[in-house]
């Protein structure tokens, strides 16, 4: 780095290995390394603080369910077309007019959202469950599949059946009294 000289008052001097400026008659320290890092910290700050022009500011509309799904408790009946599942609590689930799902596989209570569209399609998503440890965690993973993978329903007095995508039956449910 190269003397920085004025006509009019003191001179600029480097000093080692150009980390330092040392002003001759005052001898006042400026670290170059330091002022970087300010200023780079200053930049991300501010940055990370601006809002993207394409974001809405609006709120999102609240989803309000409605129909024989909602705010009803689901009993698990079977799972597939005839299989009965041997856990230690009967696996069950209920919609929220608000759009969430709760509920439990048996062993583990769930939570997630519902999103119930036409032609009776539905699509349970964001599930999270407690993990405590079960005799036939095999047996609750199906039910938390079943859910996952429910793309219609069917309603049948009191019998609420659920379909994969490709039509295949996925399970049924009985509603509790």
Request: proline residues 5%.
């Amino acid at each position: 780095m190269r003397c920085l000289h004025r006509n009019h008052g003191p001179q600029w001097k480097t000093a080692g290995a150009g980390n330092y400026l040392y002003k001759e008659q005052e001898q006042v320290k400026i670290k170059v390394g330091a002022t970087l890092i300010g200023v780079a910290a200053a930049l991300l700050v501010s940055a990370c603080s601006s809002t993207p022009e394409h974001e809405s500011k609006e709120k999102p509309e609240s989803v309000t369910l409605s129909g024989p799904l909602v705010d009803q408790r689901w009993n698990l009946l079977l799972v597939g077309t005839d299989e009965r599942v041997s856990l230690p609590d009967t696996p069950f689930f209920q919609i929220g007019s608000d759009g969430s799902v709760s509920g439990s596989d048996g062993c583990n209570r769930f939570t997630g959202s519902v999103n119930l569209g036409e032609n009776q399609r539905i699509e349970f998503s964001q599930l999270a469950s407690t993990r405590m440890a079960c005799p036939n965690m095999e047996d609750a993973k199906r039910v938390t599949d079943m859910l996952e993978t429910a793309y219609r329903y069917l309603i049948d007095h009191d019998r609420l059946v659920f379909f994969g995508p490709d039509s295949r039956v996925l399970g049924g449910w009985r509603e509790a009294n």
